[in-house]
C-alpha cells in the first residue's frame, strides 16, 4: 500500500485535502466580495454609483441639479469619473479579500 508521494513532508491526500479547503476559502471569499458594495461619487456628490465586489452596478444616483441640456458632456463626464471609481475600489476590495485567502499568491483567472 503506498502513501502517495511525498512532497515536502505532505503527502498526495494531504495536499488534495488543503487544495479543496482553500478551493472552498476562494469561493466563500468570492461571494462575500460578489455581496459586498462600495460606492463613489464625482462632481461633488452629484452622481453616486454603488458597485458589488463582482463589478456590477447596483446603483446610479444623479442629482436632478447636475441635469443641464446645455452642459451634456459634463454630466456624462461625471457619470464615467463615478464609475470608474467606483469599478476600481470594487477590484480592489475584491483582491484584498482574495487575497488574504491566498496569501498573495496571483492566481490566473480569480478576477
Known amino acids: 500500500m ?12 494531504q495536499m ?3 487544495a479543496r479547503k482553500m478551493q472552498e476559502q476562494l469561493l466563500a471569499a ?3 466580495a460578489a ?11 452629484a452622481v453616486k454609483v454603488t458597485a458589488t465586489g ?6 446610479l444616483t444623479i442629482d ?6 446645455e452642459d451634456v458632456e459634463m454630466l456624462q463626464d461625471m457619470i464615467l469619473a463615478a464609475v ?11 483582491s484584498q479579500q482574495l487575497g ?5 499568491m496571483n492566481i490566473p483567472g480569480l478576477f
Do not use: C, Y
Not at 503506498?2 to 491526500?13: A, L, P, V, Y
Not at 471609481?85 to 470594487?90: F, I, K, M, P, T
Not at 488574504?100 to 498573495?104: D, K, R, W
Open 16 to 18: 488534495m485535502a488543503q
Open 64 to 69: 436632478p441639479d447636475a441635469v443641464d441640456p
Open 30 to 32: 468570492q461571494q462575500k
Open 84 to 94: 470608474n471609481d467606483v469599478l476600481e475600489s470594487a477590484e480592489q476590495m475584491a
Open 54 to 59: 463582482d463589478l456590477r452596478l447596483t446603483s
Open 2 to 13: 503506498s502513501k502517495g508521494f511525498n512532497m515536502g513532508g505532505m503527502n498526495r491526500n
Open 100 to 104: 488574504a485567502v491566498t496569501g498573495g
Open 35 to 45: 455581496a459586498t458594495e462600495v460606492s463613489a461619487s464625482a462632481g461633488g456628490g
